[in-house]
């Protein structure tokens, strides 16, 4: 699977939107762009995925670049409740052997108010 | 809520013990996932099972094993259980196994080892 770079950390205002971005250069075309976040020691919550086309859902946007070599995670309006870990991962689609995620570092996400 | 349940939610044991984690997936997922989590390790891929049968393996140690049954909640076995096996350990499920169908994660189990 291909790796993602995320910077550790980010903080935005309450009430704005967020914007996360993601580098993944070496991505495939057949490996999807998912997006989960953990809040403090919570289990991992999905939050979107994506393979070319900008994707939408009721807690976020994903856009993908062109040459999907990097995507950015829109939080439209920021609460201090969206404050947590965010995670970039690529996935590969069909996989014979499993369909595991792999977590890197994150982005640790501050919103303040 | 997700919809994957753990349980128990927090286990205190001492060293050389076997505890054993119970996860039950959300209703219509087939396949299920273990995770660990440590202060120093971040979130690892332990094994995959899809509608019974081991799908793949991470870095699970030896001591460690797990099964799906046919109603397809999933069990983690932890034996001889060391001071660094204290963690949270986070079951997930999906529907099928392929890349395009998203995990959903459950509360976790809180495995603190004396």
């Known amino acids: 699977d291909a790796k993602t770079t995320q910077p550790p950390s980010m903080d935005c205002a309450e009430g704005r939107a967020a914007n996360l971005p993601c580098n993944h250069s070496?991505?495939?075309?057949?490996?999807?762009v998912y997006w989960y976040r953990q809040i403090h020691s919570q289990g991992p919550q999905y939050i979107i995925h994506?393979?070319?086309n900008n994707e939408t859902n009721e807690m976020a946007s994903l856009i993908i670049t062109e040459d999907r070599k990097s995507s950015t995670l829109i939080l439209p309006h920021a609460t201090l409740r969206d404050t947590a870990v965010y995670y970039c991962?690529?996935?590969?689609?069909?996989?014979?052997?499993?369909?595991?995620?792999?977590f890197g570092g994150g982005t640790r996400v501050l919103v303040k108010p | 809520d997700s919809g994957v349940t753990q349980t128990p939610k927090h286990l205190i044991t001492a060293t050389g013990q076997r505890v054993t984690l119970r996860c039950s997936p959300r209703?219509?997922?087939?396949?299920v996932y273990w995770y660990q989590q440590s202060l120093d390790q971040g979130l690892q891929f332990l094994i995959q099972?899809?509608?019974?049968?081991?799908?793949a393996k991470g870095n699970i140690l030896e001591r460690f094993s797990a099964q799906q049954f046919p109603d397809l909640h999933s069990e983690l076995n932890l034996s001889s259980l060391e001071l660094g096996d204290s963690a949270l350990y986070f079951c997930?499920?999906?529907?099928?196994?392929?890349?395009?169908?998203?995990?959903?994660f459950g509360d976790g189990t809180r495995l603190s080892i004396l």
């Open positions: 997930a499920s999906s529907v099928g196994p392929e890349g395009n169908q998203p995990q959903h």
């Open positions: 070496t991505i495939s075309g057949n490996e999807y």
């Open positions: 994506g393979l070319k």
């Open positions: 991962i690529v996935r590969v689609a069909f996989k014979a052997a499993g369909n595991k995620l792999t």
């Open positions: 209703s219509g997922d087939l396949s």
């Open positions: 099972y899809y509608n019974g049968e081991e799908r």
